[in-house]
């Protein structure tokens, strides 16, 4: 079955920690994406690749850094430098092939720092 | 800049009856993508509709219909004959214009749908 797998489901770490979130895709869809999301809030846009060795940042890119060395896999690091990083961390990609660039999310990771 | 307004924090609506969620929109694009996703309480987003900005007739997906209204800048979801299983948060969004942006979406803050036996 494609789809988008993201692990772990939960995640903790102690404050001051770097700590990576995977994402891998086998739809063989160019773009994936980065979100986050808070209690009782809509998603924001952390950072995005539209092809391998390419990223943007979102609109809350900082605390965080991205790489994209496989069409399949686009990790997430969460670093010490985010202040607040306890969230719900989704990870999407969408194809140009439908038109719509509808996106497809994974189940996400709840990452919890104390 | 562009902006989705979902103005009902929640809802309540009785099994088998429709129910419209409410999505205002604000962008100064011609070309855009306007969608709806749900969000069950396990957290993952499913992707329930799509309308495009030059698309005279609504969206339809089985229950699920979008009223798109362009000169109001308002895309409604309705869902017909509502099920317990529709209980969630619904998330309308919007796509801007392709091309560099690509497939980037801007996200409402959600309306929580209950859907009372």
């Known amino acids: 079955d494609g789809g988008i797998t993201q692990s772990p489901k939960y995640l903790f770490r102690k404050e001051g920690q770097n700590v990576t979130l995977s994402c891998e895709q086998n739809l063989n869809h160019d773009a994936m994406y980065w979100y986050r999301q808070d209690p009782g809030q809509g998603l924001r846009l952390i950072y995005y690749?539209?092809?391998?060795?390419?990223?943007q940042k979102g609109d809350i890119a900082e605390g965080y850094s991205v790489s994209r060395e496989k069409k399949e896999s686009f990790p997430l690091t969460v670093t010490s430098a985010q202040k607040n990083p306890t969230a719900f961390y989704l990870c999407a990609s969408s194809t140009a092939v439908t038109g719509s660039y509808e996106q497809y999310f994974g189940p996400g990771t709840r990452l919890t720092v104390t | 800049a562009q902006k989705i307004t979902q103005t009902q924090p929640g809802m309540f609506v009785q099994e088998k009856e429709a129910v419209t969620l409410d999505c205002t929109y604000d962008?100064?694009?011609?070309?855009?993508?306007l969608f709806w996703y749900k969000q069950p309480s396990s957290g993952e987003m499913i992707f329930l509709i799509y309308?495009?900005?030059?698309?005279?007739q609504n969206a339809t997906e089985g229950r699920y219909s979008l009223n798109f209204q362009k000169a109001r800048k308002s895309a409604n979801l309705v869902i017909s004959a509502s099920q317990l299983g529709d209980s969630a948060m619904y998330f309308c969004a919007m796509r801007e214009a392709s091309g560099a942006q690509g497939g980037k979406l801007i996200f409402g803050q959600g309306t929580e749908l209950s859907v009372k036996p």
């Open positions: 309308q495009g900005s030059y698309d005279e």
């Open positions: 962008t100064s694009d011609q070309s855009y993508g």
């Open positions: 690749s539209q092809i391998v060795n390419d990223f």
